[in-house]
Each structure stands twice: as C-alpha cells, then as structure tokens.
C-alpha cells in the first residue's frame, strides 16, 4: 500500500472528475489516498456568465501573479509515496489556483516527491504543461509522468464550444455543428484505464524511480498544433503585459485592454487560424526535425506510445 495525495482544482467541474476516477482507482488497488480540493480565497465564478470577468484574468494567468489560495489542510510534512496534481488549463497556462498553491507553505509537500500530473485543457495544452513543469523543478518536485485530457472535438470546433460552456453553464450541442463542451466518455474511460495501471504497478514497486505509464497512452502532441499554439502563447503574453500595466485584475482602467485582447482574439480565429492552417503544412515539411524534438520535449517525462502519435 502507498499514501498519495492527490490534489486538484475545479471550476466546471471536469478536473474534479478525473480527481475523482484516480481517487477511486488508486483506493481499489489498496492504496491510502488523502485528497485536496484546492481553493482560491475568492472563488472564481461558474459559470463566468461575463465576458469581461472572464478575459480579465488572462493577464495574471499569463504572467504568474494568482491570487491566495486558502490554506490547503494536508500536512506537508507527511510522507507521500506520490503525488497527483490535476490542472485545468487557462489561457494556454496552470489556472490560477493551482499556481497560487506553489506559492503556499504546503507546496513543501513536493519536494524530492514523485509527481503525476494531469492536464485538462480545450485542445492547447502544452504551454500549460510546459510552465507546470517549471513550478515543480522549482519546488524540488521529481516530474515522472503528465496524462493529458483534452475537450471533445476538433481545435477548432471547441473554439465555439468550450468559451460557450464557460460563460453560460449551457454544455449540448450547438446548431448540430459544434460538439457538446468538455471530455468525452472515451477520454474519461482512458483515464480510467491510466489510473488502474498506475495503482496496478504502484503496487509492484518498493520505490518510485521513473514513469509509471511509460508506454500508455497518457499523452499525444499533436504537431501540427505545436507552431499554432507557441504563436498564441507569445501573442497572449504580449497583451498580459500591455493590460497588466493598465491596473490589476478587477481594475477599472484595464477594462479596454481587456476588451482589446477579447477583439483580437476574435480577429485571431477569424482571420490567424485559417492562415496559421495553411502555414502548418509548410512548417511540418521544413521543420519536421524540429517538431519531432519539441514533441518528445513535451510529452516528457511519459512519452508517447506509438499507437497514439498524431
């Protein structure tokens, strides 16, 4: 038997139901699980029902300023044989809270710890992961796999779906085009099987020296998402500066820079991603070394199994 403590944040309520499926696993197979819902001292809304509530965190997100969270209740002191640490991705970075808990006396918990992560994000979810990966070396934490959960349909059909979802609560189809907002069953069932085969070899080990899922289908980039997605990251890091300067989150001042960034992002959907589409085939062909390097990087430290590459 191993003690893992298992901690999560949840708005929409799909991080809570990966925690849960690991919670449930991990207890099946015999193992002690302390779970911790993390929580920000002022609860973040959801639905976000406004539009510009929801684009005025992007700049704190995006520049690693979260607000307290309160004082998760484990004790950092105790002797976890792993760590799970389910993150939802917000504006191509960690959500807000989970960064908040790396900046808490708890987050001593990582240190020289094992640490599974699981991202739950739209479809863009390696800058996210990339930055995660960043907090944990800096907490001391030993990073040994990243599962990723991504939202149902295409990049481009949750462009439509998932913002829909986040700010009116409304998650079923759209127009019969667009596809019902969050993760599919067959996506919650791969957790599923993840989780039983983590607790199944946790189970086999004395102690945890590497990947528990090496050779699972924890994750998948999608390369020709990778130039797409670096593009946006440095765009969306750009207006985090320009509308970080006019005041902090909730600020009067900033509210046109809030708005700017949500009319450019409009105009990038509209106008960038049909033209970044057309650029990706070239960028694939020119710089496949490339993106096979940066695929391996961000499928570290699990890899991809061959029968999931895109």
Excluded at 85 to 93: E, G, I, N
Aim: proline share 8%.
């Amino acid at each position: 038997m191993k003690r893992i403590l298992l901690l999560f944040y949840s708005q929409s309520g799909e991080a809570d139901r990966a925690a849960t499926i690991f919670r449930e696993e991990m207890a099946a197979a015999g193992h002690s699980v302390t779970a911790e819902a993390l929580r920000p001292a002022a609860d973040y809304p959801y639905p976000w029902r406004s539009i510009r509530r929801f684009f005025d965190v992007m700049p704190e997100t995006q520049l690693g300023e979260p607000p307290p969270i309160r004082p998760p209740a484990f004790d950092p002191a105790a002797a976890y044989d792993l760590v799970i640490l389910v993150v939802p991705v917000w504006f191509l970075s960690p959500a807000l809270p989970i960064q908040g808990f790396f900046r808490t006396p708890q987050a001593a918990v990582l240190r020289g710890r094992p640490v599974m992560t699981v991202t739950v994000s739209r479809a863009m979810w390696q800058q996210g992961s990339e930055t995660l990966k960043r907090l944990l070396a800096a907490a001391g934490a030993r990073h040994i796999d990243n599962v990723v959960i991504t939202h149902r349909g295409s990049p481009v059909a949750t462009l439509v779906s998932t913002p829909r979802t986040l700010l009116s609560g409304r998650g079923g189809r759209l127009a019969g085009v667009f596809p019902e907002a969050g993760v599919a069953e067959e996506d919650r069932n791969r957790l599923r099987y993840l989780a039983k085969v983590a607790a199944e070899r946790l189970n086999a080990l004395d102690t945890i020296d590497g990947s528990l899922l090496a050779g699972e289908p924890a994750v998948a980039v999608r390369r020709w998402l990778i130039g797409p997605e670096l593009l946006g990251w440095y765009a969306f890091h750009g207006w985090a500066h320009l509308i970080r300067a006019a005041g902090r989150l909730g600020d009067a001042p900033r509210a046109a820079g809030v708005w700017g960034f949500a009319v450019f992002l409009v105009a990038m959907i509209l106008v960038g991603l049909p033209l970044t589409l057309i650029g990706t085939p070239i960028l694939y062909v020119a710089a496949r070394p490339w993106l096979a390097r940066r695929a391996a990087r961000l499928s570290a430290p699990t890899g991809e199994a061959s029968a999931i590459r895109a």
